[in-house]
């Protein structure tokens, strides 16, 4: 699996990411084409539903106890003969419409007829209005009452939906087909027009609804999937993220550790190899004769060993504190007596690089409660940190506040700086940064500051790190300031 290094698994999340993009956007489409048939479907039965209903009230006077009427006039053969009936508008065909109502029995005729050649004109397709005696007026008014009705009926029906949609109806002729009131839509891509329904038998207009755009009822049907999917999504980007973030962190913090060996090598190889020569010097030269060279080149190895021995306890206390075995000794710190102190020791090394550390005074003392050991050490890496890395005859100021119960130190030096980006790995085990110039030469494990972050944490405090490169770097540590009750 060498080949599948994380310089390719970024590009191959990207790639999944943007396949199943692709997938998702396959399968809405194809959903919502699915969806605007089964939509249409409804609408469509709702008006039909509609008419059957409505045609049934407008002939049921005095026969609602009727089961066979009933039977008859609501089923959906009923609707399905007479919608027939309604379109089949062939050119020449004559076709007359009956029906009569009895107390006893009902009678409905269908009759039509045409003329084989059809060079010879019949009368053109005609039904017969049944006005059972009433007045051309009173029928107008009837069939205006069943209009109502309809229009009522599919508008209940159309709100039952859950969903707002924008409709009216148009009216056609029934002889002629001609629009007679209403307005069809031009846009036909989104919209919805139903067939053309009667809703009484007496056979004056026809009624069809029209809704301009159903596209937002389609996706208020799709919801959940619409949802789903897109979490879906979130969720696989989420994942992906955090998978390349935690190999990114993992990559380097192997990077980390390697340099961290060779580095740590490097540094125990130069003791061991300066003891080493001057133990061969002493018995080649036979130094023992000259008590002079030899106290210096005794004294020379004593360093050494001292210098290895503070390595190897710097590594062993990390490890101890890694592992949560350090107990904390806990004690009143006066802070800037502490600092000064630290300061002082750190005197022969601001000489060497000819640099100014500055103690911005305070008028009263500042307590915590805490380690003194360790905050000490705390100081010193942050002193040692600023001494390093910044260039020769640079100004370093530690300062003192306190706001909202907690003590602020800060160590401000004006050396290179560091990128915002590695502004929290900086407190990680082992993080160097060695792409920055007048670094790469500086020594170092990379334990400085986790040590530093781990000890001011375990006093119940936190760091924080304000710096731009070529900019100097502000390190602040903010621990709970100890007050008098
Ligand atoms: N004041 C600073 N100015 C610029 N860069 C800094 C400063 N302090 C720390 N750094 C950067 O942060 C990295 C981590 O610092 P840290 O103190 O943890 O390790 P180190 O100094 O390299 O080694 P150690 O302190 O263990 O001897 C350093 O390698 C350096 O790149
Ligand atoms: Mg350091």
Redesign the pocket.
Same mark, same amino acid.
């Given at each position: 699996m060498k080949w599948l290094t994380s310089r390719y698994v970024f590009p191959l999340a990207v790639v999944t990411l943007i396949i199943s993009l692709c997938l998702q956007c396959a399968w809405i489409r194809q959903l919502y084409v699915a969806q605007k048939k089964s939509v249409a479907t409804a609408l469509e039965s709702i008006v039909s539903d509609a008419s059957r209903r409505v045609i049934y009230q407008s002939i049921a006077k005095g026969h609602e106890k009727s089961i066979r009427f009933q039977q008859f006039f609501l089923s959906p053969e009923w609707l399905a003969l007479r919608q027939a009936f309604d379109e089949l508008k062939v050119d020449n065909l004559r076709s007359q419409f009956h029906y009569g109502i009895t107390n006893d029995s009902s009678v409905v005729e269908m009759k039509m007829s045409f003329l084989n050649d059809p060079k010879k004109k019949n009368s053109h397709h005609s039904s017969i209005a049944i006005t059972d005696g009433k007045s051309q007026q009173e029928v107008s008014q009837q069939d205006q009452r069943d209009l109502k009705v309809m229009d009522s009926l599919v508008n209940h029906r159309l709100d039952l939906l859950g969903f707002h949609i924008d409709r009216s109806y148009a009216l056609y002729d029934y002889s002629d087909g001609k629009l007679v009131k209403g307005k069809t839509v031009s846009n036909a891509k989104s919209a919805f027009l139903s067939g053309k329904y009667t809703y009484n038998l007496k056979f004056q207009n026809r009624y069809q609804l029209v809704v301009p755009t159903i596209t937002w009822l389609i996706i208020y049907q799709m919801k959940y999937y619409l949802i789903s999917s897109f979490m879906m999504l979130v969720l696989t980007a989420v994942a992906f993220y955090l998978l390349i973030r935690l190999m990114k962190n993992q990559q380097l913090y192997a990077q980390a550790k390697m340099s961290f060996t060779s580095n740590m090598t490097h540094e125990l190889q130069t003791p061991i190899s300066t003891i080493a020569v001057a133990l061969e010097s002493i018995s080649k030269y036979h130094l023992i004769d000259e008590p002079g060279k030899l106290e210096n080149y005794i004294n020379i190895s004593r360093h050494e060993l001292q210098r290895l021995q503070a390595m190897i306890e710097k590594v062993l206390k990390q490890e101890q504190m890694d592992i949560g075995k350090t107990k904390l000794q806990f004690s009143l710190i006066d802070i800037q007596s502490l600092l000064k102190q630290v300061m002082l020791s750190m005197d022969i090394q601001v000489r060497e690089k000819n640099m100014q550390l500055i103690l911005v005074p305070v008028n009263e003392p500042y307590f915590i409660k805490g380690d003194a050991m360790h905050i000490a050490n705390v100081c010193y890496?942050l002193i040692?940190?600023?001494l390093?890395?910044s260039p020769a005859q640079s100004r370093i100021e530690v300062s003192c506040s306190i706001a909202d119960h907690e003590l602020t130190i800060s160590f401000k030096?004006n %050396?290179? %700086?560091?990128k915002e980006i590695y502004h929290q790995q900086?407190f990680e085990r082992f993080?160097?940064?060695f792409n920055?110039d007048n670094?790469h030469n500086v020594k170092? $494990? %990379? #334990?400085? #500051?986790?040590y530093v972050k781990q000890v001011v944490t375990l006093h119940g405090g936190r760091v924080a790190l304000q710096s731009k490169i070529g900019k100097g $770097?502000n390190f602040m540590i903010i621990l709970p300031l100890y007050e008098e009750n």
């Open positions: 890496n040692d940190n600023a390093k890395y030096d %050396g290179p %700086g560091i900086v993080f160097r940064i920055q670094i170092g $494990s %990379g #334990l400085g #500051l986790h $770097s």
